[in-house]
């Protein structure tokens, strides 16, 4: 009778024991296709959208970030366009095509035309590098620690596409006190009226 009893005790254990394997058995399957559908979601909103301001139509604009690999960079850009926006280059003082341009305009991303500086905020720095003192809207860059010399500086990016552009430093003139140096390897420039 004792015997009965035990077995009896024992199936039961494994019945709940086996029952309770196929419910974690569900679950995880549940959860799989739960992460499946969520990954697959994430696919699709994978896409970006940033806000960044025109000063052309006067407005905010919704934009997608633009991911693309070096060999397509390479083919819009030539090789000193590529290793300066693309890889953090820096182009040689007094070489830039922008240094010397005082024409009323608007400078835009090389890489994205994202509108960044106008021409009212370029000034002689004497640095060799085009230089500004403001930013069409801060919305339009990313600024990063950039710890590659001894000294730290902040690394101007494009918040579209990451081009690097060039540096900020705080010895600009006001009413900001900063100076965005750029490379005009990483700009193009809008003509205004
Ligand atoms: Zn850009």
Redesign the pocket.
């Known amino acids: 009778m004792r015997t009965l009893i035990y077995s009896a005790l024992v199936l039961s254990i494994c019945v709940i024991a086996c029952k309770s394997q196929q419910e974690t058995d569900i679950l995880e399957k549940q959860n799989s296709g739960y992460k499946t559908a969520a990954g697959e979601q994430l696919a699709t909103s994978d896409k970006s959208f940033i806000k960044i301001y025109s000063t052309i139509e006067k407005k905010e604009l919704e934009v997608e970030k ?1 991911v693309k690999s070096d060999d397509e960079w390479r083919k819009e850009l030539t090789p000193d366009e590529f290793r300066i ?1 693309r890889k953090k280059g820096t182009e040689p003082a007094w070489t830039g095509e922008y240094v010397d341009n005082h024409d009323k305009g608007i400078y ?7 509108e ?1 500086y106008k021409s009212e905020t370029k000034y002689e720095s004497g640095s060799g590098w085009p230089s500004f003192y403001d930013v069409v809207s801060k919305n339009n860059f990313e600024f990063v620690e950039d710890g590659s010399l001894l000294e730290a500086r902040v690394e101007v ?7 690097h ?1 060039g540096h900020v430093f705080n010895d600009g003139p006001s009413p900001t006190g900063l100076r965005y140096c750029m490379n005009s390897a990483s700009l193009n420039f809008k003509k205004g009226e």
């Open positions: 633009i926006a835009l991303c090389k890489c994205c035309n994202t960044l990016t494009c918040a579209r596409c990451g081009a552009l």
